[in-house]
């Protein structure tokens, strides 16, 4: 099987997790086990600019003061090499996506933000980069830290990557590969470019 392209999550897959979601939802005043996005759907208008108010502070500090993830660097590198195409899709906003790019000097093929496409777990953000690159979904793989990026990359038609920075995620059969860190994947491309012995 090719592999053509290679889609990233960004909080906690490239960037070292450092959103503190729990203080968030606690600021906005909803659960803690909730989803901020989808529970800002069923705001009044007031409320929700308030909310995302809230989350982009958040968000911006956050980008501000963001770490790569181990391995990062070499891996993107390597996938340049190969020919291998770049892209991020992720709930933050355009703004402290572009924050993260700039203080890390990365570039990416294609980039997908909630302004963009409807939110993972739904694969409209995967599809709407995928589309923009041109390539099938069978030849890409998504790499996220969380439950719905796996959901979100089989829905696109995709395989996955699993990056559980040293945590036991509980939901590590959903994905096809597991890896403690994006410095791993390096290791799988072989693999994934079906060119391993
Ligand atoms: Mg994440």
Do not use: W
Request: aromatic share 4%; proline share 4%; hydrophobic share 45%.
């Amino acid at each position: 099987m090719a592999l053509k392209a290679m889609l990233f999550d960004m909080d906690g897959t490239l960037t070292r997790p450092r959103l503190d979601f729990a203080a968030i939802k606690r600021e906005i005043g909803i659960p803690t086990t909730s989803f901020i996005l989808e529970v800002m759907e069923t705001m009044t208008p007031t409320e929700r600019e308030r909310a995302m108010a809230i989350v982009e502070r958040h968000e911006q500090e956050a980008a501000e003061r963001s770490e790569l993830n181990d391995g990062v660097v070499p891996l993107l590198a390597e996938l340049g090499r190969r020919g291998i195409l770049t892209g991020i899709i992720t709930r933050n906003s355009r703004r402290s996506c572009e924050t993260v790019m700039t203080r890390h000097e990365l570039a990416f093929s294609v980039l997908v933000c909630r302004e963009c496409a409807r939110a993972k777990p739904s694969p409209d953000g995967i599809l709407l980069a995928l589309q923009r690159l041109r390539i099938d979904a069978a030849s890409a793989v998504y790499v996220g830290d969380h439950l719905i990026d796996l959901q979100a990359g089989h829905a696109a038609g995709a395989r996955t990557i699993l990056v559980t920075n040293g945590h036991d995620k509980g939901f590590h059969v959903e994905a096809d590969f597991v890896v403690a860190g994006p410095g791993e994947i390096v290791g799988l491309l072989d693999t994934l470019q079906g060119t391993a012995r």
